[in-house]
């Protein structure tokens, strides 16, 4: 599994937004030092009493925003749509392009059982082959039917603060070790204590 993050924006603007309901502007003391934006002291209280209060009152969270290329296992793909509330996400095609070259072992993730990616690679071979199109349609069903489910995938991910927060919780401690490393990666986030606190 990898996990690459691309952008992440919205933070100055969100938490100049948490001070809205009660038009507590005059008290931020986020600025920007030397190009980065050092979050001050009363500007992390309030996030933190927000957050603690729950996800109805930390809606700064939702405007924090992280887009990430993610490469997993079709496994791990499946428990991750659970979470719909603030991801978007663009995959690459499978339909597309699996009949495009040999699948190897790089193609997934930890151990496939021998003999798999011959059969899958043999098949590929004869979609290449096929002339008509009714067999090439039948053979590449097949494949796509039978990919493991450890098969990678990369998907390029948006995800709000919120979301990422709500997995964060939903998924310490998973058995899948595929959590473990999406969970480091959202701590190495900048103000991960908004995600992991």
């Known amino acids: ?9 919205g933070t100055s603007i969100a938490l100049d937004a948490m001070r809205n309901p009660y038009k507590s502007w005059d008290r931020t003391d986020t600025e920007y ?31 924090i925003m992280v887009w990430a290329r993610i490469t997993a296992p079709r496994y791990w793909w ?25 699948l190897t072992e790089k193609d997934f993730e930890g151990f496939v059982f021998p003999g798999v990616i011959d059969s899958l690679n043999m098949a590929i071979d004869a979609w290449g082959t ?4 009714k067999e090439k349609h039948r053979i590449e069903m097949n494949v796509i039917r039978n990919l493991p489910q450890s098969f990678l995938q990369e998907r390029t991910v948006m995800m709000s603060y919120a979301a990422i927060r709500n997995m964060y919780k939903q998924r310490k401690g998973h058995k899948l070790e595929e959590w473990a490393q999406f969970l ?14």
């Open 130 to 133: 096929a002339e008509d199109p």
């Open 1 to 9: 599994m990898e996990i690459q993050t691309i952008i992440l924006a």
């Open 184 to 197: 480091k990666w959202a701590d190495g986030l900048p103000n991960a204590w908004m995600i992991n606190e």
């Open 78 to 102: 499946q428990q991750f749509d659970t979470y719909r509330v603030g991801v978007e996400k663009i995959s690459t095609s499978t339909m597309h392009t699996l009949m495009r070259k040999h």
């Open 33 to 63: 030092k030397s190009g980065a934006l050092v979050i001050g002291p009363k500007d992390k209280r309030l996030a933190l009493d927000l957050q603690k209060s729950g996800p109805e009152h930390a809606k700064h969270l939702r405007m």
